[in-house]
């Protein structure tokens, strides 16, 4: 299914018709806890997110039954399609701001006809008196000024006062940097009469309706767990719902780390903080997992060797891990995705981000091996490695590797990467501000990028020979060059954490290698002008990566802001508007979702005569518009 500038997927789930009853009803009541978190991902990517799908569910529904559409003039019927691509991308966001860009959508149908169609529609599908909600909601549809983006990372502006997401109302970010948060990862903070408070996100608080159905979900899938270790994270992870209290999700996550026995595992609740400009609000996500048994041997391998990993890198002896604790890596099947995850989601995670439980109890990881095959099914025959790369010998090697390197890079990145590397004692975790998250995944993306080329991996049987990093490399600057600005509207710069990673690296190589990496111009024979990464010596690079990963690893282990700025700045912001143009212009003649997402299955359970589940049954046919719409009926408090 395509549009705007998306492709939907399905993933399959291997292996799950071998597991035992139990196993199926485990996963099923933990895919329900899931699912029941979306509204509160919507409402933290903007104050007016859920009223605006809503009313957009309300007015497309309206149209399903009366088939209204086919009646309508091409004029109206142009407008009616430009709604529903509007509120497919609604759908796909969490809210009205772009899951990348965080810039505002623009619609394609006009004020007029959506005023129209809200007045039209049934005063009962409706989640506010109409004219009340026309007054709220259209203009910040309309208005490009208002709110324009969810979050804002320009430099030297008010990160938090130019920000829309739901994290902070009537503050400064001068305001939210000095305020000392009790529950930092689960709290809204709004000022009051010039005084700040805290809106703790539990049972009984914020979000509190929606939490009770996480929660009386987390308890069901208790009666079905594997082991008692598991029923213990449940417990916790319950009282943190109901308390708030950060010492008790602390304790959660450590427990979560002690449990390695059970095949099927979970995450579930307020997790990563990128949302927040400032790194320090989590946005709510879910999902659910269940061991790849054939593909664990390869996470093993790497995770019971992290010690020498450590030991090897190229950063100071005084940043390194004298001992790693707790590694835990595997290669898993998701069998459902809720929140921040879905439907656009990770291929890896390393958890959890607390750097002290990281140093003391270790961390687990994962890289999600069905979403990994289904993005490889999707791109193969598209024509992109032949538009960008700049010779057949690359193509070739690239086919030949490159599926294999992209699971081992996601492999290096989360399971050791993210866990690699110490703070220097005194220095908080989030000393960094708002270029913490990009150091970080620059952090583990250099560790993945160095150790891909290292002769270690041939003597664990993870690389073929020592051929196979060329491709991992050729690859990963070409996206940071050139490929990965197709995501980013023409005359914008890189915001999402991510991106400005993979741009910071790349940048930095063509920078700092005395030529060794290059953009070439091109004129082809019909006269068309052309760049294309060239690398002339891919040992050379990895040399360069190991300068690069030292000297970020300093910066997040001393805490040094003002590193962390420039480098950010310098090298992982800014986009060349005439590349950007000519990248844009390739892309669009492939005709290439630059954005992906998935469709969750479908699962139904099987009870017996005593209430228990005997079976859970799959489907694969629901589309996005019956999954959403089924989503927003089922797990949402009205």
Same mark, same amino acid.
């Given at each position: 299914?395509?549009?705007?500038?998306?492709?939907?997927?399905?993933?399959?789930?291997?292996?799950?018709? !071998? &597991?035992?009853?139990?196993?199926?009803?485990?996963?099923?009541?933990?895919?329900? @806890?899931?699912?029941?978190?979306?509204?509160?991902?919507?409402?933290?990517?903007?104050?007016?997110?859920?009223?605006?799908?809503?009313?957009?569910?309300?007015?497309?529904?309206?149209?399903?039954?009366?088939?209204?559409?086919?009646?309508?003039?091409?004029?109206?019927?142009?407008? !009616?399609?430009?709604?529903?691509?509007?509120?497919?991308?609604?759908? +796909?966001?969490?809210?009205?701001?772009?899951?990348?860009?965080?810039?505002?959508?623009?619609?394609?149908?006009?004020?007029?006809?959506?005023?129209?169609?809200?007045?039209?529609?049934?005063?009962?599908?409706?989640?506010?008196?109409?004219?009340?909600?026309?007054?709220?909601?259209?203009?910040?549809?309309?208005?490009?000024?208002?709110?324009?983006?969810?979050? #804002?990372?320009?430099?030297?502006?008010? *990160?938090?006062?130019?920000?829309?997401?739901?994290?902070?109302?009537?503050?400064?970010?001068?305001?939210?940097?000095?305020?000392?948060?009790?529950?930092?990862?689960?709290?809204?903070?709004?000022?009051?009469?010039?005084?700040?408070?805290?809106?703790?996100?539990?049972?009984?608080?914020?979000?509190?309706?929606?939490?009770?159905?996480?929660?009386?979900?987390?308890?069901?899938?208790?009666?079905?767990?594997?082991?008692?270790?598991?029923?213990?994270?449940?417990?916790?992870?319950?009282?943190?719902?109901?308390?708030?209290?950060?010492?008790?999700?602390?304790?959660?996550?450590?427990?979560?780390?002690?449990?390695?026995?059970?095949?099927?595992?979970?995450?579930?609740?307020?997790?990563?903080?990128?949302?927040?400009? &400032?790194?320090?609000?989590?946005?709510?996500?879910?999902?659910?997992?269940?061991?790849?048994?054939? !593909?664990?041997?390869?996470?093993?391998?790497?995770?019971?060797?992290?010690?020498?990993?450590?030991?090897?890198? %190229?950063?100071?002896?005084? +940043?390194?891990?004298?001992?790693?604790?707790?590694?835990?890596?595997?290669?898993?099947?998701?069998?459902?995705?809720?929140?921040?995850?879905?439907?656009?989601?990770?291929?890896?995670? #390393?958890? %959890?981000?607390?750097?002290?439980?990281?140093?003391?109890?270790?961390?687990?990881?994962?890289?999600?091996?069905?979403?990994?095959?289904?993005?490889?099914?999707?791109?193969?025959?598209?024509?992109?490695?032949?538009?960008?790369?700049?010779?057949?010998?690359?193509?070739? /090697?690239?086919?030949?590797?490159?599926?294999?390197?992209?699971?081992?890079?996601?492999?290096?990145?989360?399971?050791?990467?993210?866990?690699?590397?110490?703070?220097? %004692?005194?220095?908080?975790?989030? !000393?960094?501000?708002?270029?913490?998250?990009?150091?970080?995944?620059?952090?583990?993306?250099?560790?993945?990028?160095?150790?891909?080329?290292?002769?270690?991996?041939?003597?664990?049987?993870?690389?073929?020979? /020592?051929? @196979?990093?060329?491709?991992?490399?050729?690859?990963?600057? /070409?996206?940071?060059?050139?490929?990965?600005?197709?995501?980013?509207?023409?005359?914008?710069?890189?915001?999402?954490?991510?991106?400005?990673?993979?741009?910071?690296?790349?940048?930095?190589?063509?920078?700092?290698?005395?030529? #060794?990496?290059?953009?070439?111009?091109?004129?082809?024979?019909?006269?068309?002008?052309?760049?294309?990464?060239?690398?002339?010596?891919?040992?050379?690079?990895?040399?360069?990566?190991?300068? *690069?990963?030292?000297?970020?690893?300093?910066?997040?282990?001393?805490?040094?802001?003002?590193?962390?700025?420039?480098?950010?700045?310098?090298?992982?912001?800014?986009?060349?508007?005439?590349?950007?143009?000519?990248? &844009?212009?390739?892309?669009?003649?492939?005709?290439?979702?630059?954005?992906?997402? +998935?469709?969750? %299955?479908? /699962?139904?359970?099987? +009870?017996? @005569?005593?209430?228990?589940?005997?079976?859970?049954?799959?489907?694969?046919?629901?589309?996005?518009?019956?999954?959403?719409?089924?989503?927003?009926?089922?797990?949402?408090?009205?």
């Amino acid at each position: 299914m395509r549009f705007a500038d998306i492709q939907m997927l399905r993933y399959d789930l291997p292996g799950f018709e !071998a &597991l035992t009853p139990s196993q199926k009803a485990y996963i099923y009541y933990l895919s329900e @806890a899931t699912l029941w978190g979306r509204d509160i991902t919507f409402d933290q990517f903007g104050k007016y997110n859920l009223l605006i799908r809503r009313t957009l569910e309300a007015i497309y529904t309206s149209k399903l039954q009366t088939s209204e559409q086919a009646s309508e003039g091409a004029e109206d019927s142009s407008e !009616a399609a430009s709604l529903e691509t509007y509120l497919k991308r609604v759908w +796909f966001s969490n809210g009205i701001y772009h899951h990348y860009g965080c810039e505002k959508f623009v619609p394609e149908f006009s004020r007029e006809y959506f005023i129209n169609k809200v007045r039209e529609t049934d005063d009962s599908l409706l989640p506010l008196p109409k004219e009340q909600l026309l007054d709220t909601i259209v203009p910040v549809i309309f208005d490009p000024t208002l709110l324009p983006k969810r979050v #804002n990372k320009t430099n030297g502006e008010d *990160l938090v006062a130019t920000s829309a997401c739901n994290y902070y109302e009537g503050l400064t970010q001068k305001e939210v940097e000095k305020f000392s948060h009790q529950h930092p990862l689960n709290s809204t903070l709004r000022k009051i009469d010039g005084t700040i408070t805290e809106d703790v996100w539990h049972i009984g608080g914020k979000y509190g309706k929606t939490i009770e159905k996480i929660v009386d979900n987390l308890l069901k899938a208790r009666q079905y767990a594997e082991n008692e270790q598991q029923k213990k994270i449940i417990d916790l992870l319950v009282e943190y719902y109901h308390s708030g209290d950060a010492k008790v999700f602390d304790d959660y996550c450590i427990e979560w780390i002690k449990e390695t026995e059970g095949r099927i595992d979970f995450v579930n609740g307020f997790i990563e903080v990128y949302g927040d400009p &400032l790194g320090i609000k989590a946005s709510w996500e879910g999902i659910v997992e269940y061991k790849d048994l054939e !593909a664990c041997r390869r996470t093993k391998a790497i995770s019971d060797n992290a010690q020498w990993f450590e030991d090897h890198s %190229p950063v100071a002896k005084q +940043f390194k891990k004298e001992k790693v604790r707790g590694v835990i890596a595997n290669a898993v099947c998701a069998a459902m995705i809720g929140g921040d995850e879905y439907p656009s989601t990770a291929i890896g995670i #390393n958890l %959890p981000n607390a750097e002290w439980i990281r140093a003391q109890y270790g961390s687990k990881s994962v890289t999600i091996s069905n979403f990994m095959k289904a993005y490889d099914e999707a791109s193969k025959e598209s024509g992109f490695l032949e538009e960008f790369v700049s010779d057949a010998d690359t193509i070739s /090697m690239i086919r030949k590797y490159g599926e294999q390197c992209d699971s081992l890079h996601t492999d290096l990145h989360e399971c050791l990467g993210h866990g690699s590397g110490k703070l220097l %004692p005194g220095v908080s975790q989030d !000393a960094l501000k708002a270029y913490g998250n990009t150091i970080e995944e620059a952090r583990a993306d250099l560790f993945a990028l160095y150790y891909i080329a290292d002769e270690k991996l041939l003597d664990l049987s993870l690389v073929p020979d /020592m051929e @196979a990093y060329k491709a991992s490399y050729y690859t990963y600057i /070409m996206n940071g060059l050139l490929t990965q600005a197709v995501r980013i509207k023409e005359g914008s710069d890189y915001e999402e954490a991510h991106m400005r990673n993979r741009a910071l690296i790349a940048q930095w190589a063509l920078h700092h290698s005395d030529g #060794n990496v290059e953009i070439r111009e091109v004129t082809t024979a019909d006269g068309e002008t052309k760049h294309y990464v060239v690398i002339h010596d891919y040992e050379k690079l990895r040399t360069s990566f190991g300068i *690069l990963l030292a000297e970020i690893q300093r910066i997040k282990s001393e805490g040094d802001y003002e590193a962390a700025r420039d480098m950010v700045e310098t090298y992982g912001v800014k986009i060349d508007p005439t590349l950007h143009h000519e990248t &844009l212009l390739r892309y669009k003649k492939l005709n290439i979702a630059p954005y992906k997402g +998935f469709i969750n %299955p479908k /699962m139904t359970p099987v +009870f017996d @005569a005593q209430g228990q589940i005997t079976d859970v049954t799959l489907d694969f046919t629901e589309t996005m518009e019956q999954q959403m719409l089924r989503y927003s009926t089922d797990y949402s408090i009205h």
